[in-house]
């Protein structure tokens, strides 16, 4: 079974400004990167466990995470599905 985030509310993670979501998959070193702000803001990271870091600014927001041996099997292709949700609940 994978790694589950459960939340009893919604949290707001990176710039409300931001432009784009960077997503990078890295099949040389099995990481998968998302990023919700510039990557050049980074000025610290925190592992959380679960091969889960958390990349942060100065002020301690979350502006990204890296989601660590992502494949059991990296020889094997991996689909990659994006979503975007507008009107949840409606």
Do not use: C, H, Y
Request: proline share 3%; net charge negative.
């Amino acid at each position: 079974m994978g790694d589950t985030i459960q939340s009893s509310q919604v949290v707001f993670l990176g710039s409300r400004d931001m432009e784009k979501i960077r997503v990078i998959f890295n099949r040389n070193v099995n990481t998968l990167d998302v990023w919700l702000d510039d990557p050049e803001k980074e000025f610290i990271s925190e592992e959380t466990g679960n091969e889960i870091i958390l990349k942060k600014d100065k002020a301690g927001r979350v502006i990204g995470f890296e989601k660590l041996n992502v494949l059991v099997n990296k020889d094997v292709p991996v689909p990659l599905e994006v979503l975007s949700v507008w009107n949840i609940g409606a």
